[in-house]
């Protein structure tokens, strides 16, 4: 047992996101996040790699979102804010990013987030990495992760021996479904941290290039910071 430390939602996939006390979770993840996405024109979404579905575009996490209502609102890394419904979005993204026709698109039928709907680390994992990457400005937003699990003393990856298992926390039922695999996005300079260069060969030598786990919702509900969280409990189901 152990209780929520942090919550995350990032409105728009690969750009740094906002800290939240409180949010609804249902079917998809945490309401809103990773909702919109920087479309190239090929229609393959902004990422830290290159997929069938995703393309690099490394500059996106210099860029930060948050909601205002329902809309999107960006900072750029000049510091400039504009909304997602402004109608200039679009080449002002074109140009900072020096990507041509580039938008600013809400999710459709292909989901925008990597693996699954939420994605999760414990304060454990953190002290157990960082032990291993001395100098390293590390917290939970170099992996983007939406929950951050405090764990108390318990060591090493606890997290990972939660796949395969249900984790209640709160109102909300989650069954984690397999390690996170990580890219270069975890060494890139994003949400004020500085760039860790060497980060992402470092969890590839001391764990396979995993770290955190992915999880999709079972139940959804209100999640809160400082809610608590079970490992093996299933929430009792109301009609």
């Known amino acids: 047992m152990g209780v ?16 939240l006390t ?6 998809r993840g945490l ?27 490394p500059g996106l996490p210099a860029f930060a979102a948050r909601y205002d209502g329902d809309v999107p609102v960006l900072t750029f890394p000049d510091g400039r804010v504009l909304r997602g419904d402004d109608g200039g979005v679009h080449a002002e993204l074109a140009a900072a990013l020096d990507f041509p026709g580039v938008r600013l698109v809400v999710e459709g039928e292909l989901p925008h987030h990597d ?22 400005a590390l917290d939970e937003r170099r992996f983007r992760a939406n929950l951050l699990l405090d764990t108390g003393p318990a060591p090493g990856l606890p997290e990972e021996a939660w796949v395969g298992e249900r984790l ?38 001391v764990n396979g290039v995993t770290f955190g786990v992915q ?3 079972v139940r959804g509900g209100a999640l809160r910071v400082g809610d608590v969280h ?5 929430a009792p189901h109301t009609p």
């Open 4 to 19: 929520v430390a942090a919550l995350w939602r990032y409105p728009v996939k690969s750009m740094a996101g906002e800290r």
């Open 22 to 27: 409180e949010v609804a979770v249902g079917e």
């Open 230 to 234: 079970e490992v093996g409990c299933s």
């Open 31 to 57: 309401d809103g996040d990773r909702l919109y996405a920087v479309h190239d024109p090929g229609g393959k979404f902004g990422s830290g790699k290159n997929s069938t579905r995703f393309r690099r575009m």
């Open 215 to 217: 999880a999709r919702v």
């Open 115 to 136: 693996e699954a709907a939420v994605h999760l680390v414990t304060t454990s994992s953190l002290a157990w990495l960082a032990e291993r990457t001395p100098g390293v």
């Open 168 to 205: 209640r926390i709160g109102e909300v039922e989650l069954e984690v479904l397999r390690k996170a695999v990580r890219c270069v996005m975890v060494g890139l300079p994003a949400g004020g941290l500085p760039a860790a260069p060497g980060l992402l060969k470092t969890i590839s030598e």
